[in-house]
């Protein structure tokens, strides 16, 4: 039954981790803005020549 | 017919306005404006036509052109330095405020600057703030350029004088955030070693793993008291001080049995403690803080004249060279420029230029007034039309409005009320707890003193008002929420107490209980021929002065060719039409006797055909729609109005407002500040401030609750309690009396959370209180506190209607 013992540690150390990660969040600023990022994620990245999909986008418009 | 219509009018392709005048149609688009064209170029120049397919017509109006020199003080070393916030070698960081931005594609464009201009090196928008943080290389753009780019594609941030005073906005603390989170964590692991105390056939396992247990718990636990506790400990240390009691004592001394009766039991052996319910009660008051803290971020509160003012100013020198200055620097004597669309920022004399002034900002008056040379111009002014100069003749901050800022009410720190409910209850609770806790030691002290011992802290602990200290800020809080989907922004949670208990509500006049965009026009004199009155108004279309243009709103009908038409700056205008000469103006002007001028207070405007005098036109307030409606709803409570203007209006107002109500005209701001404290002499009255203007600001501030009325609830307002846009006006009698009925609400919550009490300390005193009655009755306690606020108040807002 002495791995009780080693189970508790193990679980205090690993929601320690999730604590210290909850505070390295909230340190970051993450907390700070609730909005922004989630539009910021639907962004289309460029990498393509943009031009190109306007042009034909204007076609079919 | 009507659909053909509608599909010629063509949007502008930018910024969605219907182009009006002839469009102009470019790269297969049509543009309402130079403007508009010009920054759709720069755009699709590179790349960043994106912009154009997130959102439909997301621009700015590109019509009201800035002109560049406008930013020459950016380069000042001096003003630079007060807005950038961090500065090294390469790279500068500063964040400014675009009230502009409203859409998904205003925060795509704002992050893609560096596309505009390669020496911005990084921009990251905040939405809700509506910020921008700007990091850029200094040696390869300047601060100029950003800010002329910003303006350029429509989004110029709004500098202004309170940004260089240092009085940064404070970031909001996340204190709380790392409080809750210690408690969360803490309260869950606890828990988890406190299980299996409350299962009788572990009784083994807590044998031989009971002290291990116990020990992690305090261990886990101390933070928790240190820290995520601490708030309560010097709310009530402070209390103490100040001979007050308030909520958080009984609270504190509740925590503080709970605690230490905890680390006691263990530490002897005697029991598992209490530790699971110390965190969790943490934890869930902590909540409660966090829900009551959270505010209207975006919008701010506690703006005075420096949020309104430019931080810099053309100055004219003697060898006529212009330049800027900040207008901190500004001395008596000083010549300034002032151009279309700026504000005028100390008192001065108008020396050259034709000024018409809009006085929006100050009197909530939307009408411009025109002013001639010599004449004395108050800051907060805006020049609409031609560059005027003027002289300084009194300081930035010695100004008829700004001096106002300079009275003690500014300056006093605002305390925070201790007669809320919470407190006075929190008063009543120690006293019973302690004559409670008292009685169960007198009754158990002869007979069995360790059962003396645990009735008395059980009692302690478990009178602990918890759920008390939580009823008011989720009512308070969701009260806030309700009157936010209502398009009413108030401070914080506190207001809505002083809310409740207002009996007097004074209003400003102009723009608060009027419409500001509006005005009846009503015709007196001989009757106009149809002729007449065709002639009248081709004339008036000419002109582009505001009581024209209010006058040919208020006409209908055809317009004739005018012929010969002039416009005499102050006075007024003629011109031909069909052979007619008409004269429209003042009574000057027009040569009317004085002793023949009929109500000399009201704004009139005469007529006259072929050299006879016709008649007059007169301007009367509208009233806002809804403000019978409100003065029904506020019952029996005493009504008084302040008023900038004269008092042509009093009989009008008398009989809207009822007899009872006083009216007081020719009010200057110091005036109000100084009515609204005569009221509150004596503690007599709770006044409520409705007003609009920086000339309210000082009774919005006197007042117990001052409230704001806007049209858009991002743009200026004055220093206030409460925000509330000016659309949902006919509702302000609602809100004070929903305000009211949350803390009737308060008061049931109260007493569902006293039952518990009751039946908590019936155990307590009998000595029957262990950790799994504690681990039971204080979680089903608190959430259903929660959860009865919660829903009250949501099904309270329904009927009301809000």
């Known amino acids: 039954m002495h791995i009780i013992f080693i189970l508790i540690a193990i679980s205090v150390v690993v929601a320690a981790g999730f604590l210290a990660a909850f505070l390295w969040a909230v340190r970051s600023g993450q907390y700070d803005d609730d909005y922004t990022p989630a539009v910021r994620m639907l962004f289309e990245n460029e990498y393509k020549p943009a031009g190109k999909s306007e042009k034909l986008e204007q076609k079919t418009s | ?802």
Not at chain 2, 10 to 30: F, M, R, T, V, W
Not at chain 2, 374 to 384: D, K, P, S
Not at chain 2, 659 to 669: G, I, K, R
């Open chain 2, 1 to 802: 017919m009507e659909a053909a219509l509608q599909t010629n009018i063509q949007n502008c392709y930018h910024c969605g306005d219907s182009c009006k005048d002839e469009p102009i149609l470019a790269h297969d688009k049509a543009f309402c404006c130079d403007g508009c064209k010009a920054v759709y170029e720069l755009l699709e120049e590179n790349n960043l036509c994106t912009y154009y397919n997130l959102e439909e017509n997301p621009g700015l109006t590109g019509k009201k052109p800035v002109s560049e020199a406008r930013f020459a003080y950016l380069d000042d070393p001096g003003v630079e330095a007060q807005l950038i916030n961090f500065r090294s070698d390469k790279i500068c960081k500063l964040t400014f405020y675009i009230p502009q931005m409203h859409c998904s594609s205003c925060i795509w464009l704002l992050e893609n600057l560096f596309k505009l201009n390669p020496g911005i090196a990084e921009t990251t928008v905040n939405f809700l703030r509506k910020e921008v943080a700007i990091t850029y290389f200094h040696e390869r753009t300047s601060l100029r350029e950003v800010v002329q780019l910003l303006a350029r594609i429509g989004y110029e941030p709004a500098i202004t004088l309170a940004d260089t005073d240092g009085k940064k906005t404070s970031k909001q603390s996340r204190t709380i955030i790392y409080k809750l989170g210690l408690a969360g964590f803490a309260f869950g692991n606890v828990m988890l070693l406190a299980f299996p105390d409350y299962l009788s056939f572990t009784e083994e396992l807590q044998h031989s793993y009971g002290s291990f247990f116990g020990y992690l718990s305090i261990l886990l636990s101390i933070p928790v008291f240190f820290y995520s506790a601490r708030g309560f400990f010097t709310s009530a240390w402070q209390g103490i001080r100040q001979r007050m009691v308030n909520i958080d004592l009984p609270i504190s001394t509740g925590l503080l049995a709970l605690f230490f009766v905890s680390i006691f039991d263990i530490v002897t052996g005697r029991g598992p403690g209490y530790l699971d319910s110390f965190t969790g009660l943490v934890f869930f008051m902590l909540i409660g803080k966090y829900f009551q803290q959270k505010t209207y971020d975006t919008l701010a509160f506690d703006r005075d004249y420096t949020s309104y003012f430019p931080v810099s100013i053309t100055v004219i020198k003697e060898n006529r060279e212009e330049a800027s200055t900040a207008v901190r620097n500004l001395k008596v004597g000083d010549r300034i420029r002032i151009r279309n669309q700026e504000l005028i920022p100390a008192d001065a004399i108008l020396l050259q230029g034709r000024a018409m002034i809009d006085y929006s900002f100050v009197s909530g008056e939307s009408e411009p007034v025109e002013k001639v040379m010599g004449e004395v111009i108050y800051a907060g002014g805006r020049q609409e039309g031609e560059s005027i100069e003027l002289e300084v003749v009194k300081e930035v901050s010695q100004g008829y409005l700004t001096q106002l800022w300079n009275d003690t009410v500014f300056s006093k720190d605002e305390s925070q009320s201790l007669h809320t409910y919470s407190n006075i209850a929190g008063k009543w609770f120690i006293i019973v707890t302690l004559l409670v806790a008292a009685g169960a030691l007198w009754y158990w002290v002869p007979r069995d003193m360790d059962m003396a011992m645990k009735a008395f802290t059980s009692v302690l602990i478990i009178a602990c008002p918890c759920a008390l200290s939580l009823a008011t800020p989720f009512v308070h809080g969701h009260t806030m929420r309700v009157f936010g989907r209502n398009k009413f922004y108030i401070k914080n949670a506190a207001v809505v107490e002083t809310l409740a208990k207002i009996d007097t509500v004074v209003f400003d006049k102009t723009g608060t209980l009027t419409e500001p965009s509006e005005a009846e026009v009503t015709y007196t004199g001989k009757t106009l021929s149809s002729a007449q009155q065709q002639a009248i108004l081709s004339v008036l279309r000419h002109s582009t002065h505001p009581l024209s243009q209010r006058i040919s709103h208020a006409l209908t009908g055809d317009t004739a060719q005018v012929q010969h038409f002039q416009e005499y700056a102050g006075k007024g205008l003629a011109g031909e039409v069909n052979g007619m000469l008409v004269r429209i103006g003042s009574a000057a002007y027009l040569g009317v006797p004085a002793d023949k001028q009929q109500d000399t207070l009201k704004t009139t405007v005469y007529v006259s055909v072929d050299g006879t005098l016709l008649g007059y036109y007169t301007f009367f307030n509208v009233y806002r729609e809804g403000l019978r409606q409100v003065l029904q709803g506020l019952g029996d409570k005493k009504i008084a109005v302040l008023s900038g203007d004269n008092n042509h209006e009093e009989a009008r107002l008398q009989e809207l407002l009822g007899q009872e109500a006083e009216l007081n005209f020719n009010q200057s701001p110091l005036q109000k500040l100084e009515y609204i404290q005569r009221l509150k002499q004596g503690g007599q009255h709770q006044v409520l401030m409705v007003g609009d203007g920086l000339n309210d600001a000082g009774a919005l501030k006197q007042s117990d609750a001052g409230i704001a009325l806007s049209n858009s609830v991002t743009n200026f307002s004055p220093s206030c309690d409460a925000i509330l846009d000016a659309g949902a006006f006919d509702k302000l009698s609602t809100f004070l009396n929903f305000s009211k009925k949350s803390m009737n609400l308060i008061l049931l919550t109260f007493a569902v959370s006293l039952i518990y009490n009751v039946v908590g300390l019936t155990i307590a005193v009998q000595g029957l209180f262990t950790p799994i009655v504690s681990a039971i009755l204080m979680p089903i306690s608190t959430l259903s506190v929660m959860a009865f606020a919660t829903l009250s108040v949501r099904y309270a807002a329904k009927k009301a209607g809000l």
